[in-house]
């Protein structure tokens, strides 16, 4: 990953780059969701698109969300988090997960 990658999304937290701490992943879990919103507008317009899909590659991750500033949506997030705290030297994983409803077919469009 380009140093210029990290330097640019600590920059945009208005974090200092230190060694990986419990302090420092705090801060950046504290200010990740209020500098890099959620939206996903990109999804149904077809100029932001630009592809017929949304690519997911850590350059075009970055230039979305830290450079034009677009915001994004919950795997875009947590995969430029993940190629960040990974660059900081933190020891990260990827999981996956799925919300699912308590009682099926709970809603109905019918009523």
């Not at 034009?68 to 190629?83: A, D, I, N, P």
Request: charged residues 20%.
């Amino acid at each position: 990953m380009e140093e210029s990658y990290i330097a640019g999304y600590m920059e945009a937290l208005g974090i200092q780059i230190t060694q990986p701490t419990v302090a420092l992943l705090n801060s950046i879990a504290y200010k990740h969701p209020i500098v890099f919103h959620y939206q996903n507008l990109a999804l149904f317009n077809q100029k932001e698109l630009r592809h017929a899909y949304l690519s997911m590659s850590l350059t075009d991750l970055y230039k979305r969300l830290v450079v034009e500033k677009l915001g994004g949506v919950c795997y875009e997030h947590q995969l430029l988090t993940y190629h960040m705290m990974k660059s900081l030297s933190f020891d990260v994983h990827l999981l996956d997960s799925q919300v699912t409803p308590r009682e099926p077919n709970l809603y109905d469009p019918s009523r």
